[in-house]
């Protein structure tokens, strides 16, 4: 039976968490972590950032981002960073003993631990029913050898993604494969 949940908590599940990388004007990195955000236009990736975060400060100032798949092995980095400012705390990345290096591509800092990351160039920011909607074109996507298969592709079940349950404000990892996409649902095709 259906219950009638009202919309005071709508949700989607999962979410994804995405560490998302910047520097400062003064070249400090801030990461942050954002649960609102998604893949679009293919090459493009879109991020739904509250107006007072320090990384949305430091994206109109350098025009660029890079983000990452949180992974379980860092949970405790990734809820940190979701919790602490850069605005409010100025050795906000330095406790979390993490490592940065400077973009090749991009004007923003990798985090090295993280497993997949995005690197990317601004296209656009704009209001989106309160909250700023930050878009830009992934130039590059870098991965950790050890989590490709041998088709030289992310294997998702060797990432160990970490995924946001915004019902219940917990996190998951994502599970083990159990389809092929585009193949599981052929024969119903043939009716
Ligand atoms: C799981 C999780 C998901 C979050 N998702 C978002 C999000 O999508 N957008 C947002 O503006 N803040 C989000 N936050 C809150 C920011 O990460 C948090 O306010 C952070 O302190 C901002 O850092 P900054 O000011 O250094 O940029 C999330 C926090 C957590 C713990």
Known sequence: ??????????????????????????????VMTVAWGSICGMDKIALYLAKDRKTLKNINARKAF?????????LKEIDFLGT????????????????????????AP????????????????????????????????????KTLDEAGKVNAEKINAVIFDQFRNTYYTSGKEVAKAWRVGAELMKK
């Open 1 to 30: 039976m259906l219950k009638d949940l009202g919309c005071s908590l709508p949700a989607v599940y999962p979410m994804p968490v995405l560490m998302v990388a910047t520097y400062g004007e003064d070249g400090k990195v801030d």
């Open 110 to 145: 990798v985090v090295e631990e993280f497993p997949v990351t995005m690197e990317c160039k601004l296209e656009e920011v704009r209001d989106c029913f309160g909250e700023m909607q930050v878009v830009g074109t992934i130039v590059n996507v870098l991965a950790e050898e």
């Open 66 to 74: 890079t983000v990452s798949l949180a992974d379980e092995a860092h």
């Open 84 to 107: 602490a400012s850069g605005n409010t705390m100025s050795d906000k990345f330095e406790r979390t003993g993490l490592h940065a290096v400077k973009s090749k591509n991009v004007d």
